[in-house]
């Protein structure tokens, strides 16, 4: 049986909202923050439905939990998201201080360590590659529809 607290038992949940993201013909991403072992923001990539780039999952996941905790700071709180963040998503989680980042696959073209590793506050405990390949399958398999 599995965890209910564990890394790979919320990226799960966070993969349901990938595939979410997939049904809409969205880029498949999907985030979640966890506090106190409870999922109190969630999101899913919408810039196409939203007509805006900023509607990443972890924007929307973050913007729900700052308010489920009236709040600016998520300092006990961990981001699960399916893809490493991009520069604007960790400069977000930066100024949210979140402790804990868990992401599943890397993004090595506009994932922020490609860019800067140190973007993250420096308290932030960051943990990659939980369900990475599930996460990447679903990116290959939606990238290789919109090129047919």
């Not at 880029?27 to 923001?41: D, L, R, S």
């Not at 196409?48 to 990443?56: K, S």
């Not at 700071?73 to 100024?95: D, H, N, Q, S």
Request: aromatic share 10%; hydrophobic share 45%.
């Amino acid at each position: 049986m599995e965890n209910i607290l564990s890394d790979d038992f919320f990226m799960k949940q966070a993969l349901r909202l990938a595939k979410q993201a997939f049904d809409e013909d969205e880029i498949p991403v999907g985030a979640i923050v966890v506090c106190e072992n409870q999922i109190i923001g969630k999101g899913y990539n919408q810039t196409e439905r939203l007509n805006d780039v900023t509607a990443h999952a972890e924007m929307l996941a973050l913007t729900a939990a700052f308010s489920a905790l009236n709040s600016k700071y998520l300092k006990e709180c961990t981001l699960y998201v399916t893809l490493e963040p991009c520069v604007m998503c960790a400069g977000a989680l930066f100024w949210s201080q979140i402790d804990r980042v868990v992401f599943g696959a890397s993004d090595k073209k506009r994932g922020y360590q490609h860019f800067n590793a140190e973007i993250l506050h420096p308290k932030t405990e960051i943990v990659g590659g939980i369900l990475a390949e599930e996460s990447e399958q679903l990116m290959k398999t939606f990238f290789q529809a919109k090129r047919v």
